[in-house]
């Protein structure tokens, strides 16, 4: 009975495992805070990186047809290509407007009108990768 009890606990325990640990990592991303509350669809994401009252940085990396889902930047923000490539911001009521993110250039974004919605897509075939630095106050 008990080698059967290990047995079924050595077959189950790796798969509850993973999923502990997968689940851990999504509650950390999703912890409330908002750039973790902006995570991506797919597997496209965001990682914040730090937080305090008057900037908050992030980490995007942007996979091809994999968007960032529909969000809003009450700030405006700074955009450092860390792998660059061809972004295509959609506007939920249907504009497009098209980046290139050069790597290693950085690029200043404004706020967004109150109610607008984009998703950020990356037009390339490879991934892009770029750390977000949005100002919490403006002067």
Same mark, same amino acid.
């Given at each position: &009975? $008990?080698?059967?009890?290990?047995?079924?606990?050595? %077959?189950?325990?790796?798969?509850?495992?993973? *999923?502990?640990? &997968? /689940?851990? @990592?999504?509650?950390?991303?999703?912890?409330?805070?908002?750039? !973790?509350?902006?995570?991506?669809?797919?597997?496209?994401?965001?990682?914040?990186?730090?937080?305090? +009252?008057?900037?908050? %940085?992030?980490?995007? %990396?942007?996979?091809?047809?994999?968007?960032?889902? &529909?969000?809003? /930047?009450? /700030?405006?923000? #700074? =955009?450092?290509?860390?792998?660059?490539?061809? =972004?295509?911001?959609?506007?939920?009521?249907?504009?497009?407007?098209? @980046? #290139?993110?050069?790597?290693?250039?950085? *690029?200043?974004?404004? !706020?967004?009108?109150?109610?607008?919605? /984009?998703?950020? #897509?990356?037009?390339?075939?490879?991934?892009?990768?770029? &750390? %977000?630095? +949005?100002?919490?106050?403006? $002067?």
């Amino acid at each position: &009975m $008990k080698t059967t009890l290990l047995r079924v606990a050595l %077959v189950l325990l790796p798969p509850f495992a993973v *999923y502990g640990v &997968m /689940h851990s @990592q999504q509650a950390a991303q999703n912890s409330g805070s908002p750039a !973790s509350s902006l995570a991506g669809m797919g597997n496209s994401q965001r990682f914040l990186q730090f937080e305090n +009252e008057e900037v908050q %940085v992030w980490k995007s %990396v942007i996979l091809p047809n994999q968007p960032l889902g &529909m969000h809003h /930047h009450d /700030h405006p923000r #700074v =955009i450092v290509a860390l792998q660059g490539g061809v =972004i295509n911001l959609v506007e939920q009521n249907g504009p497009t407007e098209r @980046q #290139v993110w050069e790597t290693g250039h950085a *690029y200043w974004l404004p !706020s967004m009108l109150p109610g607008a919605m /984009h998703a950020d #897509v990356n037009a390339g075939d490879k991934p892009i990768e770029v &750390m %977000v630095i +949005e100002l919490e106050k403006e $002067k």
